[in-house]
């Protein structure tokens, strides 16, 4: 078996590997406001639960170069935005938003994406995604790099739910329905495949 160290690597090289083997990534589709007013929308895969109770989520935001992502800059400006859950339908629309844009362009009308208002935050969320959550900021980290911090953490509390009546039952979200895709490396998705149940020891 390899023993790699990880301070031999160059960055691309630690990227691939992480990326390689932290598999599959569920994404989260953010959509933020800029101070001008203008809807940006991107995709991560550095996504993640951080709790239940309250309900928290986490978005890694990399760094290019020590530049902060227009993402990372708004949700700090504004302290709210909006996850969505990328699925089989939308995925090609998400997808296009990972274009490098203007910040005085919309990702979202790049995409076609249909806007939609959100209950509790200024921030609109799009149609098409069968699940999304609207957050605020909790709490934001600068981390990792060397001469300059090398992404944003951002820890984003849930306070309103939107999930598409169809998937939802009995207090479950059907997950054949949700359909959600995942990244693997590179340009790779994965779609939900075979499942299994092992129940945990008591």
Known sequence: MLAIDPNTN????????????????????????????????????????????????????????????????????????????????????????????????????????????????TVPGVQQAKIRMECQLEQALELGGHDAPGCDLIIGKVIHFHIEDEIYQNGRIDPLGLAAVSRLAGAHYVKLGSTFEIERPK
């Open 10 to 121: 160059t960055e691309r090289e630690n990227y691939k590997f992480l990326t390689g083997s932290i598999i599959p990534r569920p994404i989260a589709f953010v959509t933020t406001l800029s101070e001008a007013g203008v809807l940006n929308g991107a995709p991560f895969s550095y996504f993640n639960i951080v709790s239940s109770n309250p309900p928290l989520i986490s978005l890694s935001i990399q760094r290019s170069e020590g530049r902060q992502k227009d993402t990372a800059k708004n949700i700090l400006g504004k302290k709210e935005f909006v996850v969505h859950i990328v699925d089989e339908q939308n995925v090609e629309k998400v997808n296009q938003t990972a274009a490098s844009l203007p910040p005085n362009e919309s990702e979202i009308d790049l995409a076609g994406f249909t806007r939609v208002k959100s209950s509790k935050i």
